[in-house]
């Protein structure tokens, strides 16, 4: 199994609608981050948390809201999606402190028409 | 806010051609992690530099830290076609976030 599940790996999804992505891990880092990437552009960071209390605002929180369930899951939603939130989301982990690499998960597609 | 820039964009290269990709971060970084991403994968971590001038090396690859730890490059020796992928740096400025730079899509022509 993986380290770092996402799921959906892939959605469709009109305008309008409210969407969650899910992410999981078994790696037991406190840390979760959830990033967006899009042609050109790299990867710009959603959001964050360091444990289940903390969860902080990245680049591009707009439009975005996050769920930290517990110290394995981190969810992030679309309250009411649109087109330009059409991307290619990944969810990572790290350990505490500075200096872990990131582990990242399969990514998410999604498309809203 | 911080901003990380990294040129070229993209670039195409015969097989056993070198390699190189530049970072350029907009504030002074704490420290660089380099990633790999091949086509239709998701990133993998490659290295992090610490120190100011630092240089590691992983077989083909060499990565370098510049003095003022504001810039980082990634070169490549005699590429194969199993380099095909795109390179990011990623800075972190003191925060423990990383800021992704915009990533070098490498193709390795056979």
């Known amino acids: 199994d993986a380290d770092v599940t996402q799921t959906p790996r892939n959605r469709i999804t009109k305008t309008g609608k409210r969407i969650m992505l899910e992410c999981s891990q078994t790696?037991?880092?406190?840390?979760m981050y959830w990033y967006r990437q899009d042609p050109g552009l790299g990867l710009r960071l959603i959001y964050y948390s360091f444990d289940v209390k903390d969860i902080n605002k990245g680049e591009i929180s707009d439009g975005y809201s996050v769920s930290r369930q517990a110290q394995a899951k981190f969810s992030l939603s679309l309250e009411s999606a649109i087109p330009n939130q059409t991307a290619l989301y990944f969810c990572a982990t790290s350990e505490r402190g500075r200096g872990y690499g990131y582990t990242f998960g399969s990514g998410t597609r999604l498309t809203v028409v | 806010g911080q901003q990380v820039m990294q040129i070229p964009q993209y670039q195409h290269v015969q097989e056993g051609e070198d390699f190189t990709t530049y970072c350029n971060s907009s504030t002074t970084l704490s420290n660089i992690q380099w990633y790999k991403q091949r086509p239709g994968g998701h990133p993998v971590f490659l290295i992090q530099l610490v120190k100011s001038g630092e240089v590691k090396k992983q077989k083909r690859l060499t990565f370098q830290f510049g003095e003022a730890k504001k810039n980082s490059s990634l070169h490549i020796t005699a590429t194969q076609t199993t380099d095909v992928g795109t390179y990011f740096c990623a800075g972190d400025s003191g925060t423990y976030k990383y800021i992704f730079g915009t990533g070098t899509r490498l193709k390795v022509l056979a």
């Open positions: 790696k037991g880092h406190d840390r």
